[in-house]
């Protein structure tokens, strides 16, 4: 990948990680004041804020906070390929990812057919 495309997906990088640190941040408040301002965190699946009670409130967020932390992690996991220049190729076939798919999850480490196979297989389809 030349230079000037790495500076693109650096950029959509830190955005990111700037938004999910942000957002963490309102989660972890919102925890602390009794979900008072619980409203931000709307951009999540509505289907998953229709749980109810307080306590499984909580638990839906700190799921919510698992699955951002993970996502930091691959965000930095990223950035270091950025550094090295291994960035936008497949941990597992090495095939170049689909700039398309690095536009829309510049985090991912998968093609889209290694990312598809991963899914089926968690799911226990296969
Ligand atoms: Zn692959």
Excluded at 83 to 110: M, Q, V
Aim: net charge negative; glycine share 4%.
């Amino acid at each position: 990948m030349d230079k000037r495309k790495l500076k693109h997906y650096e950029k959509l990088l830190l955005k990111k990680r700037k938004d999910i640190v942000e957002e963490l941040d309102l989660i972890r408040k919102s925890l602390s004041e009794g979900f008072e301002s619980s409203g931000e965190i709307s951009s999540y699946p509505s289907h998953m804020a229709d749980l109810g009670t307080d306590s499984s409130e909580k638990e839906m967020l700190s799921m919510i906070m698992t699955t951002a932390s993970e996502m930091l992690n691959d965000i930095d996991e990223a950035l270091v390929k950025i550094a090295e220049g291994s960035y936008g190729s497949c941990e597992l076939c090495e095939n170049d990812i689909n700039l398309e798919r690095l536009d829309f999850i510049p985090y991912t480490k998968y093609c889209i057919k290694c990312k598809a196979k991963q899914d089926i297989s968690i799911r226990g389809i296969m």
